[in-house]
């Protein structure tokens, strides 16, 4: 009797550990994500405040990921995310670009434009994928390129719903330098623009990342990180006529889209 009594102690103290270690990596990876959603860098006590977690707690996973070169600890005390996750986000992004060009070339095809697909990266925007139009005036934007959010279609459709706060918090980070004549350049004026988008259904990039070049964009529902999908072409050709039946075409496609990246990742 007292081995059987010892071995069901035993076995159920194992997925207790198993919860332990599920409930420090879900906390994990919710301090890294919420460091993302900050700038990249914060206070322990800001974590704190966010996620709820005592002090003790916080400091204990923040060593760890420290240790494992995934956080970086600044001359200041504040946090920031470290190196290594780069690597893990190029590599992501890269795999996502994969599974997204399918997706984009049905938007050529439809469209006769080249289409684009980006991610919110921190405060910037990163473009992941690109299928080129087949005429021989066409948009090439090269896959890995940064551009600041306020002066794209894509950064409109990405921040649409975000709240105005964070909006101008981001703003106030980037600033917002003009590319063109064109570019909206105060914080006013793109909140404007996302109230248009969010009563639209989509975004505009009007001459304002660079002259003669029209962009259309939508978000891509539900994805499971925030992505958006374009076309972009010349201006005489993208312009307010063809977006009429330009739109549904990019909107139904990445709700499929959507649908795709949900079924890669576990429920």
């Given amino acids: 009797m007292p081995t059987s009594s010892a071995s069901t102690t035993d076995a159920s103290a194992k997925p207790t550990a198993a919860g332990g270690g599920v409930q420090s990596l879900e906390r994990a990876f919710d301090l890294l994500e919420r460091m993302a959603d900050a700038g990249g860098e914060v206070g322990l006590s800001e974590l704190s405040a966010a996620s709820g977690l005592p002090l003790p707690t916080i400091h204990r996973l923040m060593r760890t990921l420290v240790a494992c070169g995934y956080v970086r600890q600044q001359p200041n005390r504040r946090y920031s995310l470290g190196p290594r996750l780069i690597r893990l986000g190029e590599s992501a992004s890269r795999l996502l670009g994969t599974w997204a060009r399918p997706y984009l070339a049905r938007l050529v ?3 006769g434009e080249t289409a684009n697909m980006a991610l919110l990266d921190g405060d910037e925007i990163v473009y992941v994928a690109q299928v080129p139009s087949k005429h021989s005036m066409r948009m090439f934007t090269e896959v890995g390129r940064r551009v600041l959010p306020h002066s794209t279609g894509v950064g409109k459709a990405l921040l649409a719903h975000t709240p105005a706060d964070e909006v101008r918090a981001l703003l106030a980070r980037t600033g917002m330098p003009a590319a063109t004549e064109k570019t909206i350049t105060t914080p006013e004026g793109f909140l404007e623009a996302l109230e248009r988008v969010r009563k639209a259904g989509y975004a505009v990039d009007d001459n304002e990342q660079e002259i003669g070049v029209r962009c259309l964009a939508v978000s891509v529902p539900n994805s499971p990180t925030a992505a958006a999908i374009s076309i972009s072409g010349p201006a005489g050709r993208v312009t307010e006529a063809v977006a009429e039946s330009f739109v549904p075409i990019l909107q139904g496609v990445a709700a499929e ?11």
Wanted: charged share 15%; glycine share 0%.
């Fill in 257 to 267: 889209l959507s649908v795709a990246l949900q079924s890669q990742s576990p429920a």
């Fill in 109 to 111: 095809e439809e469209t």
